[in-house]
């Protein structure tokens, strides 16, 4: 009998609620200029979901993380993590959007969407059933579709929702393909199920299984934006709400990890796949090309968004090592959730930017560390924290992400290689982040402050909080991390 635990269930009664109620309400009230209104809504149904799930942590009425159940939707660790780092992003893009959308129309389906790709995304990481996961993943990337070209009258919005829709209508086909592959293999769309299935496959149906782990790799892999995979992220973040953006780069990534996990581990743990020099390869190739691409950018967006490409190289050298190393995985958590914070934070910051000086192009944020020092402060820690610069909590995770391609060094002769890799590739990144530095901090001695979104400010201090605060200490995260981490073996299921 399929059963569906208690946290997912209240988030989405929640998030659900609220979500469908805006629209409804914005049609009773038929007020003008009550925008922050259907912000404050969502901001407290996000706060309220953020709050209950912590809660479960507290009380320990959370399970350790288990990959697979005999349950739809399952209420471990696992899920909770990811849960906890999109909601902080989706936090962050409706603060972010107080200014942004005060002088836009139709606030309330705006927060409504928002709120509902929060439900796919969070559905995405307790899912435990290949058709309950597609259903969050649908209900998660049809909003964004939809939020991404939000604002109808900009041509580059439009392409950028345009583009975005095809791949991801493209990517969702490939997803369906693999599990009706699954689907005939074992007769369950049960993840658990699969997997015992697929130990048990005759040797003659192997290439069908080994098919439909490559056709979910390459459907989660658009979200994750590995390459060759990532073709529509730089147009799609350039046109997008740049509070939207944010969602994007920070949180419908995470739930593409959270999903491909389960797969990977499908793939190296069940069909005892040597997929780790072909991961490794990807890796090396992702963060490579998003780096070498990200200097040549001059929009602040586009720069970003192949940023984003790169990391998701780094966060794979994780999942590629994570069979010969206990840290391979728990790396690879521990950067999803930095991620989260650092990419979410520096997209808000680039809201601000846009909503106070409607400026994205680098050469005009000349002077920008006088004229707004608290967005561009939490702007420069942020992208440190992503370069990797110690002591931001981004250090920690890069650190054990390196850590791991050397502790599997043992089994894998090539895997220091990827160590090597990331630290040339972090130390590229840093030629860009160091120009949008010089521009803000060491050009335009003569720009006069202008007053920042107090929305922006807000996240901007929680940001720099939090990566300096768990940078300096970085203990409480890394436990967090470690009872998170599930194992990798097929006894994990109950």
């Known amino acids: 009998m399929l059963e569906i635990t208690s946290t997912p269930l209240v988030l989405i009664a929640i998030l659900g609620t609220v979500g469908i109620i805006l629209p409804i309400i914005s049609v009773v009230r038929k007020e003008k200029g009550s925008n922050s209104f259907y912000a404050v809504i969502a901001f407290a149904a996000l706060i309220a979901s953020m709050a209950y799930v912590g809660y479960e942590f507290l009380n320990n009425n959370v399970a350790s993380s288990a990959l697979f159940s005999e349950d739809v939707l399952v209420n471990d660790a696992f899920g909770g993590f990811f849960a906890i ?7 962050f893009t409706t603060v972010g959007s107080f200014n942004y959308m005060r002088k836009q129309n139709s606030p309330a389906v705006y927060y409504s969407l928002i709120l509902l790709a929060t439900i796919g995304m969070v559905l995405v990481a307790y899912s435990t059933d290949l058709v309950m996961l597609f259903v969050a993943w649908e209900l998660m990337s049809i909003p ?3 939020l991404v070209g ?14 975005y829709f095809l791949f991801g209508a493209l990517s969702s086909a490939i997803i369906v393909y693999g599990i009706s592959i699954s689907y005939g293999l074992t ?18 149906l192997l290439p069908l299984g080994l098919l439909s782990v490559g056709l979910f790799i390459a459907g989660f892999g658009f979200k994750m934006g590995l390459v060759p995979f990532h073709q529509w992220l730089p147009d799609t973040y350039e046109g997008a709400p740049s509070p939207v953006t944010a969602l994007l780069a920070a949180a419908t990534k995470k739930a593409g990890f959270a999903a491909s996990i389960r797969i990977i581990i499908l793939g190296m743990v069940v ?3 040597d997929w780790t020099l072909a991961l490794g390869i990807i890796a090396v190739m992702t963060m490579t090309v998003g780096n070498v691409a990200a ?3 001059k929009n602040l967006s586009r720069m970003l968004a192949y940023s984003s490409i790169a990391h998701a190289g780094y966060i794979l050298i994780g999942l590629a090592v994570a069979p010969h190393s206990s840290l391979g995985l728990q790396g690879s958590l521990y950067q999803i959730f930095n991620h989260a914070v650092m990419k979410g934070a520096a997209f808000i910051a680039i809201a601000g930017i846009v909503t106070t000086l409607a400026v994205t192009h680098i050469d005009k944020l000349a002077g920008l ?14 992208l440190f924290a992503l370069a990797g610069v110690p002591p931001l909590s981004g250090f920690w995770s890069k650190l054990m992400l390196f850590g791991s391609a050397l502790d599997a060094s043992s089994a894998l002769w090539w895997a220091p290689w990827l160590a090597i890799a990331g630290v040339l590739n972090s130390a590229l990144s840093l030629a860009y982040y160091g120009w949008i530095t010089r521009k803000m901090y060491f050009e335009g001695e003569t720009e006069k402050r202008v007053k920042e979104p107090k929305s922006i400010v807000a996240v901007m201090i929680f940001s720099i909080i939090f ?3 768990f940078g300096v200490y970085p203990e409480p995260l890394i436990q967090f991390v470690e009872f998170a981490t599930p194992a990798l073996s097929v006894g994990t299921m109950p």
């Open 85 to 91: 780092a999109m909601l902080i992003v989706a936090l």
């Open 144 to 146: 964004t579709y939809i």
């Open 150 to 163: 939000f604002m109808k009258k900009n041509p580059t919005s439009n392409e950028a929702a345009l583009k």
């Open 187 to 204: 007769g369950s769309t049960n993840i658990g199920e699969v997997i015992e299935g697929y130990s048990t496959l005759d040797p003659s």
């Open 271 to 273: 069909l005892n796949l």
């Open 295 to 297: 200097i040549m950018q």
């Open 369 to 382: 560390g006088r004229k707004m020092p608290i967005t561009a402060l939490g702007m420069i820690i942020s």
């Open 467 to 469: 990566l300096v605060g």
